[in-house]
């Protein structure tokens, strides 16, 4: 039982770092050909092989970097880990160190304001420099639902969601403190919670995993509709029509529920309602539908793929933000299937895959303590 937590565990944030490492190649592509994806990712396995009959050394030289997404992935991590508890100064700490050290890694467009803010000596607030981006609005961008799956870890043992809802946000608001931002970054890691409590050995009931991802979320978009001026107007010629509705996350989860069933799902329908730009809202529903269709049924041409790794290539299938989507759903794949259903290929040539791991013995650890 405990080793299987332990996979899960291994497996949520090890998943994260390779849908990150792998979609970093495909970033920003508004069409990724399956079959393309596929020759590399065999070509990966091939090479791998080879590597193999000549002894297996740690990878000289890895094949693929992470990115933002893996970088602050890691500080929310370590942050948790050391200190034990949420240590707001020292998380956003870690952030902006990470940054300065290397900062090309990816980051989104306007995150380089928040960190010089916190870094900043006469910040006495580390919240206040997030809190300052787009004339005060904050951001809406998915950085921060991109890094948030080690806290579902961190709260496992409480089960209790309304405990982890409140330290996203805090982590979120670091640097992203529009509400856009924050009910994402609370869907993924509400949806990685649900899949680590997944039985492994039945059906996954989609209807059911995404009703309860809507009983915890609707009173938080609720709340939040009641004390605004409602969503902003569409863009012009938008197709994202749920994008303007009053619980937007909520609109998006029902209309995953349908997409589940059209048998001929089209990767341009996701793409126009669900969106895979570096918004929180249009990103991290797109990441909840992979993760689930992967789930329910085999994806043409990845039929040859086990479960964790259709998850995570259909993802990048989808082009956009394709780290980024890859990473969250990769995240919610590897807490169902756990460590062994990553392909060995990968976890050998992205990097970052082995403190990924000794991150979820420590989480892991945690849960064990008396
Ligand atoms: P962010 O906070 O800079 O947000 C991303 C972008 O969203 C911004 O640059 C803006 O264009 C837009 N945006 C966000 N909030 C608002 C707002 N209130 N009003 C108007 N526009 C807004 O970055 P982040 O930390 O959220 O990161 C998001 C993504 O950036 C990640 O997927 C990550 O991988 C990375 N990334 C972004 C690009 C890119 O083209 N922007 C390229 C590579 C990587
Ligand atoms: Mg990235
Ligand atoms: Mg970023
Ligand atoms: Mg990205």
């Known amino acids: 039982m405990d080793k299987i937590l332990l996979s899960r565990f291994k497996g949520?944030?090890?998943?994260?770092?390779?849908?990150?490492?792998?979609?970093?190649?495909?970033?920003?592509?508004?069409?990724?050909?399956?079959?393309?994806?596929?020759?590399?990712i065999n070509k990966l396995e091939k090479d791998r092989q080879t590597q193999r009959e000549h002894g297996t050394k740690p990878a000289e030289k890895y094949g693929f970097s992470y990115t933002d997404d893996t970088a602050m992935a890691r500080s929310v991590a370590g942050s948790l880990i050391d200190k034990g508890q949420f240590d707001a100064p020292d998380m956003g700490k870690r952030f902006a160190e990470e940054y300065f050290r290397e900062p090309d890694r990816g980051y989104g467009g306007s995150i380089a304001a928040v960190f010089d803010g916190i870094r900043d000596t006469n910040t006495t607030d580390v919240y206040q420099p997030a809190s300052k981006q787009f004339e005060g609005s904050g951001s809406y961008g998915?950085?921060?639902?991109?890094?948030?799956?080690?806290?579902?870890?961190?709260?496992?043992?409480?089960n209790n969601a309304t405990k982890l809802i409140s330290l996203?946000?805090?982590?979120?608001r670091l640097t992203h403190t529009n509400h856009l931002a924050i009910h994402g970054a609370i869907l993924v890691a509400l949806a990685v919670d649900q899949s680590l409590r997944l039985p492994q050995d039945t059906a996954v009931d989609?209807?059911?995993?995404?009703?309860?991802?809507?009983?915890?979320?609707?009173?938080?978009?609720?709340?939040?509709?009641?004390?605004?001026?409602?969503?902003?107007?569409l863009k012009k010629n938008s197709k994202r029509v749920l994008d303007a509705s009053a619980t937007p996350y909520c609109a998006k989860l029902k209309r995953i529920k349908e997409m589940l069933k059209e048998p001929n799902l089209k990767?341009?329908?996701v793409v126009e309602e669900l969106g895979t730009d570096v918004s929180a809202l249009g990103s991290v529903p797109a990441?909840?539908?992979?993760?689930?269709?992967?789930?329910?049924?085999?994806?043409?041409?990845?039929?040859d793929?086990?479960?964790?790794?259709?998850?995570?290539?259909?993802?990048?299938?989808?082009?956009?933000?394709?780290?980024?989507v890859a990473t969250m759903a990769g995240a919610m794949a590897g807490a169902l299937y756990g460590m062994e259903a990553i392909p060995e290929s990968w976890r050998y040539y992205c990097e970052g895959v082995a403190d990924a791991e000794t991150m979820a013995e420590h989480f892991f650890n945690m849960t064990q303590a008396p």
């Open 168 to 172: 996203v946000s805090s982590i979120t």
């Open 267 to 269: 990767t341009a329908t």
């Open 12 to 40: 949520c944030l090890v998943g994260g770092v390779v849908g990150d490492c792998i979609g970093a190649l495909y970033e920003g592509l508004s069409h990724v050909k399956t079959n393309d994806l596929i020759e590399r």
């Open 287 to 303: 990441a909840v539908l992979c993760f689930l269709k992967a789930a329910i049924q085999n994806i043409p041409k990845l039929k």
């Open 206 to 233: 989609c209807d059911e995993f995404i009703e309860a991802l809507i009983i915890k979320l609707r009173p938080l978009e609720e709340e939040h509709d009641k004390s605004s001026m409602g969503p902003p107007p």
């Open 305 to 324: 793929h086990n479960k964790f790794s259709q998850t995570v290539l259909y993802a990048i299938t989808l082009g956009g933000d394709t780290d980024t």
């Open 142 to 158: 998915n950085g921060g639902a991109m890094r948030i799956a080690p806290a579902a870890l961190f709260t496992f043992c409480d």
